[in-house]
């Protein structure tokens, strides 16, 4: 080992290194490109208790492994902080306890600096590309993610929440799913989970109890109309009114008048390529359109009378609470003599549903928010390729969609 002199005071305050800690040695690989800075602690230091935080411990011995840190890279150099770390034995708590360093979170094997760039680059790019950027296993890039995530997340204030809307998304290729909770009010990912069936609404009810709020406190929940979600709300949610998604209704509807489209182009060539005549809102049709849809819709056309109902179905929409109920129930009568048997099912779908389409004009809670959420979490899935494991999905959805601000501190060793 080399003498201390000025040859090392660079590396101390490149570092940020303080008292009583000091850099000792340094050994430079070109070979590799490996940096490896050796430090040490001056005798007579005295340390943090780790038990009960007791400022002036003293050292009671010295644990012989060498630990190592992974720091930023010095120009080209990836470089890694080494240390012998003494245990305290405290006069307060009498406990003897290995010390927490002040360049790392314990456990973590790397500094504050590199998770802090780690966060930037994950949040940016693919956790693959950045684990090959730095030259670390995937593997613990996400412990140090999820880590960030988490204690993001647990700061968040889930004490006024009363009106969720629920979603699920695909997690992988295939009928794997997550399913979101969304707080209506503060647009915020609560809570996010494998699956979609009932069981979930468990999940979240009991991750609620663990956040200190009472399922009763959740008063409104926004949902498509999956027997699932509607049981568990049901069960786990009893103060809970249930608004089933008008963009979701209108799906419904869409397939139906679709359906009949194809039934009949069988014996119509002519409607053959004009789905989206059909299914588009009118507005957003460009001027040739309009005027071809316009002389469609009037005819005898099946598809037309397909067209005419959903336009009335879409009409309800622009009543008030009152007579959107008169117009729903003239609707299904009409509906269910149409003879269109793709309408007819899902006017019977929609009547089984009628309480909780019609809450809507109550509560005027839809999924739209979640289109948007969902195109964040889309995002997330094209940065967390390679993720693993669902629960690392998820920790990328609440980073992305809940667009956390991450902080990484302290910012300086020492």
Request: aromatic share 12%.
């Amino acid at each position: 080992m080399r003498d201390f002199n000025q040859e090392y005071s660079v590396f101390q305050k490149a570092l940020g290194i303080e008292d009583p800690w000091y850099v000792i040695d340094y050994e430079l690989n070109q070979n590799d490109y490996i940096l490896d800075i050796y430090l040490d602690f001056r005798r007579g230091s005295e340390f943090v208790c780790t038990h009960c935080g007791h400022p002036q411990a003293k050292v009671h011995d010295i644990v012989n492994d060498d630990r190592t840190w992974r720091h930023l890279n010095f120009w080209q150099y990836q470089t890694i902080l080494h240390a012998r770390l003494p245990r305290t034995k405290c006069n307060l708590c009498n406990k003897i306890r290995t010390i927490h360093v002040e360049w790392s979170r314990p456990g973590a094997g790397f500094t504050w600096f590199f998770e802090s760039e780690l966060m930037q680059l994950m949040k940016e790019m693919p956790v693959a590309t950045v684990a090959r950027k730095v030259g670390e296993h995937d593997t613990r890039l996400w412990r140090v993610f999820h880590y960030y995530v988490d204690k993001a997340m647990k700061e968040l204030d889930f004490s006024n929440v009363k009106r969720i809307a629920i979603d699920e998304t695909s997690s992988r290729r295939g009928h794997e799913y997550v399913t979101l909770f969304v707080d209506m009010d503060t647009k915020l990912v609560l809570f996010a989970t494998e699956g979609k069936d009932a069981n979930v609404l468990k999940k979240f009810s009991s991750f609620l109890k663990d956040h200190n709020v009472e399922p009763n406190n959740i008063k409104e929940v926004c949902s498509d109309m999956s027997p699932a979600f509607k049981k568990g709300v049901e069960t786990e949610f009893p103060e809970a009114h249930i608004t089933f998604d008008k963009f979701h209704v209108m799906k419904l509807m869409n397939e139906a008048l679709d359906q009949v489209r194809r039934n009949e182009q069988i014996e119509q060539p002519g409607l053959k390529k004009t789905r989206y005549l059909w299914l588009k809102n009118h507005k957003n049709l460009n001027t040739e359109q309009q005027e071809k849809i316009l002389k469609l819709k009037d005819t005898n056309l099946k598809t037309a009378r397909a067209y005419r109902l959903k336009l009335s179905l879409q009409e309800m929409w622009t009543k008030t609470e009152r007579f959107a109920t008169l117009h729903f129930n003239e609707w299904y009568q009409w509906a269910t003599r149409s003879q269109l048997e793709p309408i007819i099912k899902v006017a019977q779908t929609l009547k089984k549903h009628e309480q909780g389409i019609l809450r809507w004009f109550v509560s005027k809670m839809t999924n739209g928010l979640l289109e948007g959420i969902n195109s964040l979490v889309q995002a997330a899935k094209r940065k967390a390729r390679g993720y693993r494991t669902t629960k690392n999905f998820i920790a990328m959805i609440y980073a992305t969609a809940n667009k956390l601000l991450i902080s990484v501190e302290p910012h300086k060793l020492g």
